[in-house]
């Protein structure tokens, strides 16, 4: 009975062999050869494609923040020194300031060498109205503080109130510098980051307003940068884990000394 399955299993091998034999070549192998020799230039293509887009966008990177920092930045900020008038609007349910405060802020501002005036009494409120009474007429960088309770926090906060003048545009600088500072915290330590690029903010906006002197001359009055909030990250430098906030608000201190004091290019009003 073996003998005679073994002679029939043989039998129909040999019969089915040919016809394997023939289908597989021409049909089976040769969508797999086609499939296959389509598909490779496809993933070669790809897998180039994403290298050299990934190339293209760290070497645009490390070449477009110089230049950033060197002409672009400078520019842009001295757009926004060019006009008179306060970067925001009046505060709202606030009393109409006293005239002859504002006409007493506006003639210390007015001496031939620019001053920190820092004010004191009354509400947050009421001085934030009068300062935007008495610099109503001169180009004027605001910064608020009210969220700079780390060193991160307090670099996109400078950077969000230097360019919130320019709406869209600003949005899209802002997102452009966190995208930087993402990149640069693959290579350092973020906190060393934040610290180093407030400086580099700093100094960007010290540009900003030589180039606007230089543009303004006589034509415009001298620009007036308006700080308030400060207490905000001093109290923060003082509490657990914030000591990291320590040398860019002394950075921030000297830079207000040095623009005005030292380069008279702008007075301070620390609210």
Same mark, same amino acid.
């Given at each position: 009975g073996q003998m005679v399955y073994l002679s029939i299993c043989r039998h129909v091998l040999q019969r089915l062999l040919p016809l394997r034999q023939i289908a597989v070549p021409y049909s089976v192998q040769t969508f797999c050869r086609s499939f296959a020799t389509s598909q490779e230039p496809r993933a070669r293509v790809t897998m180039s494609t994403s290298i050299g887009l990934t190339v293209s966008t760290l070497t645009f990177t490390f070449i477009a923040w110089p230049l950033a920092d060197l002409i672009g930045a400078p520019n842009l900020l001295s757009l926004i020194l060019s006009e008179p008038g306060c970067a925001r609007q009046p505060c709202p349910n606030v009393a109409n300031v006293a005239p002859q405060d504002v006409a007493a802020l506006r003639e210390?501002?007015?001496?031939?060498? *620019?001053?920190?005036?820092?004010?004191?009494?009354?509400?947050?409120?009421?001085?934030? *109205?009068?300062?935007?009474? *008495?610099?109503?007429?001169?180009?004027?960088? &605001?910064?608020?503080?009210?969220? *700079?309770?780390?060193?991160?926090?307090?670099?996109?906060?400078?950077?969000?109130?230097?360019?919130?003048?320019?709406?869209?545009?600003?949005?899209?600088?802002?997102?452009?510098?966190?995208? &930087?500072?993402?990149?640069f915290d693959i290579l350092m330590d973020p906190t060393h980051v934040r610290q180093r690029d407030f400086c580099v903010v700093l100094t960007q906006l010290r540009r900003a307003l030589q180039l606007a002197n230089k543009r303004n001359a006589v034509s415009t009055p001298r620009p007036v940068i308006i700080v308030e909030h400060m207490y905000v990250p001093v109290s923060a430098s003082k509490e657990i884990g914030g000591t990291e906030l320590a040398p860019m608000l002394r950075s921030l201190r000297q830079f207000l000394c040095a623009v005005s004091i030292d380069l008279n290019l702008a007075d301070v009003l620390v609210l």
């Open positions: 210390l501002q007015n001496e031939a060498m *620019a001053c920190v005036h820092v004010l004191t009494g009354g509400t947050q409120q009421e001085r934030t *109205a009068l300062a935007e009474s *008495a610099c109503s007429d001169r180009p004027v960088v &605001w910064l608020s503080l009210r969220e *700079a309770t780390a060193p991160h926090s307090m670099q996109i906060c400078l950077i969000d109130q230097l360019y919130k003048p320019f709406h869209v545009g600003g949005q899209i600088i802002s997102c452009m510098g966190l995208y &930087w500072l993402t990149i």
